[in-house]
């Protein structure tokens, strides 16, 4: 199987067949054809460059392997994507473990494995100072940083504004003295600055302010506190095209950021290295899922294409009013006649994959495809409803593989206890 043709129809609807529906699909060929691309454009134009997938975009066991074998590191939000990063030989120096709150176990979990802790507040600065001490061992820290910056895009994916929930501000000073105090912690070796402003960036201008207000601080760090960083962490955010439009790609981004680091390495007079932490642009248009149409309904006012996925299949639409572009699998070359909303078997009214759309008449068991749902597709996916997972499948270039097996009613039931009293009655 190559790249060109792992969307191919045929493909697909075998694909559908073999396996059922729902179902994800991804391409090991575009991943790592997506991986190299944003490497190369940073490392092509910075030499000191460690790029760290997000695994929140997707955590499948395969995917982040083949994501390992290309280089990257690790972005990981609690103990399970850590284990997850780990499991698929990650090596610890080369995760950072971010997320706003942090308990004392995750803290534990991170400080064991020996992953950066990317810390949020003050409080979670504390709590890590006595566990240390407790445990009598170190830890490499990063502070997130909020520089307070529109990222131009939803606002649910908005995380480094003035009143997101996410960093420490440079304002009056906080972040300067979280560094000071943690420089004054016997235990803790300040390793890098961390930001991440927001998903789904499609204005790589500020990317490049972002880097400017970090940096700015980086110099203030080396000026006052005499601290030098080994690296300074920009996140993900990078934006991917749901619609056909024009977004940037990584040389887009990588042409306005590295020149604002690269000025700025003059001032501080060292080289610290550029961590980036993209998922979207690694994944994102590397899946699709695969549904079945299981009636198609007319009303007054609408046509409704009842399919065999829901929210609970694939929560962006329902979230964040996402876009997917969806075609009907083999009726591409037909006339798009009809409006339709495709309508997800979830009982809620927001449950509609895709509205207002138009395309060929649909039928009763045609297989719809929703693209680009290869990031935040699976990996916000739950059993609402009682509707077990969707299987999970792998296309790589000489074979089509089960890297998830679907979910059974047995696996909602499983962990679950009727007290037995209640048996009785
Ligand atoms: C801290 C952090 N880093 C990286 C990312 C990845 O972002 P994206 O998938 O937009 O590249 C996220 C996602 O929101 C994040 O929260």
């Not at 077990?388 to 089509?400: F, G, N, Q, W």
Request: proline fraction near 4%; glycine fraction near 8%.
């Amino acid at each position: 199987m190559n790249k060109e043709n792992w969307t191919n129809p045929t493909v697909l609807t075998d694909i559908a067949n073999r396996f059922k529906t729902p179902l994800y699909v991804y391409d090991e060929c575009r991943i790592r054809e997506n991986y190299r691309t944003f490497y190369r454009a940073f490392k092509n134009r910075y030499h000191g460059i460690k790029v760290l997938y997000a695994y929140k975009a997707n955590t499948n066991l395969a995917i982040c392997k083949i994501l390992q074998n290309e280089g990257a590191g690790a972005d990981v939000v609690s103990p399970g994507e850590l284990k997850t990063a780990l499991h698929v030989g990650v090596k610890p120096e080369d995760i950072i473990f971010t997320n706003n709150s942090k308990g004392q176990d995750e803290l534990k979990t991170a400080v064991d494995a020996g992953a950066v802790i990317n810390i949020d507040s003050i409080d979670e600065l504390k709590l890590l100072g006595d566990i240390l001490t407790e445990l009598g061992k170190n830890s490499r820290i990063s502070f997130r940083i909020n520089p307070e910056i529109d990222p131009k895009t939803h606002p649910k994916i908005s995380t480094g504004m003035r009143n997101s929930k996410f960093g420490i501000h440079i304002e009056k000073d906080i972040a300067f003295n979280a560094y000071k105090t943690a420089k004054g912690m016997g235990n803790i070796k300040i390793a890098g600055i961390h930001t991440h402003i927001g998903s789904q960036i499609m204005d790589t201008g500020v990317f490049a302010e972002t880097a400017e207000r970090i940096m700015e601080f980086v110099l203030r760090l080396k000026n006052e506190l005499g601290i030098e960083l080994e690296f300074v962490d920009l996140g993900g955010g990078l934006g991917i095209p749901y619609h056909g439009e024009s977004a940037p790609s990584p040389e887009d981004m990588a042409r306005v950021v590295v020149p604002v680091i690269q000025k700025w390495t003059k001032k501080i007079d060292y080289e610290p290295q550029l961590w980036l932490e993209p998922g979207r642009c690694i994944v994102g248009n590397a899946g699709i899922l695969l549904c079945r149409v299981q009636g198609v309904k007319k009303t007054p006012s609408k046509n409704f294409v009842n399919v065999d996925a829901g929210f609970n299949t694939l929560l962006r639409p329902a979230m964040y009013d996402a876009y997917h572009k969806v075609n009907v699998i083999g009726k591409e070359n037909e006339e798009q006649s009809e409006r339709y909303d495709i309508a997800g078997n979830v009982c809620e009214s927001g449950d509609i994959l895709a509205g207002d759309r138009m395309l060929p008449e649909v039928r009763e068991g045609d297989i719809i495809a929703i693209f680009d749902v290869g990031a935040y597709g699976f990996s916000m996916s739950s059993q609402y409803n009682s509707r077990p997972r969707p299987a999970e499948i792998l296309i790589r270039e000489r074979s089509v593989e089960i890297i998830r097996e679907r979910e059974t009613i047995d696996d909602i039931f499983a962990g679950q206890r009727i007290p037995d009293d209640l048996k009785l009655r």
